[in-house]
């Protein structure tokens, strides 16, 4: 019962911390390379200009590759109607068609 219930929100969770995972990963390159373009630098001298994005960029590439497996990891579970019970026999259920249509 608790899966039906909040199994949307939790994959909406997931997916939208691997979107803000992109777009942190994306504008902090953006940031370097308007750095870069400004001061008319190396791309290594505008990245030692801004340290905190380079410590964001090395985090959020690494979380990604988590986050963003476990949103394909869902999604796949939800296009072949299947939930991931919390039960330690890494057991599969089938959903029936009307939870899943509600879940959309």
């Not at 992109?22 to 902090?28: A, I, P, R, S």
């Not at 690494?62 to 869902?74: C, K, P, T």
């Not at 296009?79 to 026999?89: E, F, L």
Request: some cysteine; aromatic content about 18%; proline content about 2%.
């Amino acid at each position: 019962m608790f899966v039906q219930r909040n199994y949307r929100f939790f994959y909406m969770f997931v997916f939208s911390t691997t979107l803000l995972c992109l777009y942190v990963f994306g504008f902090c390159w953006v940031l370097i390379v308007k750095i870069r373009n400004e001061e008319q630098i190396t791309i290594w001298k505008a990245m030692a200009k801004t340290p905190a994005s380079i410590a964001l960029i090395i985090y959020t590439f690494i979380a990604v590759w988590f986050v963003g497996g476990l949103s394909v990891f869902h999604l796949y579970l939800m296009s072949t109607n299947q939930v991931k019970t919390d039960s330690k026999k890494d057991v599969f259920i089938s959903l029936p068609d009307e939870v899943c249509c509600a879940n959309c």
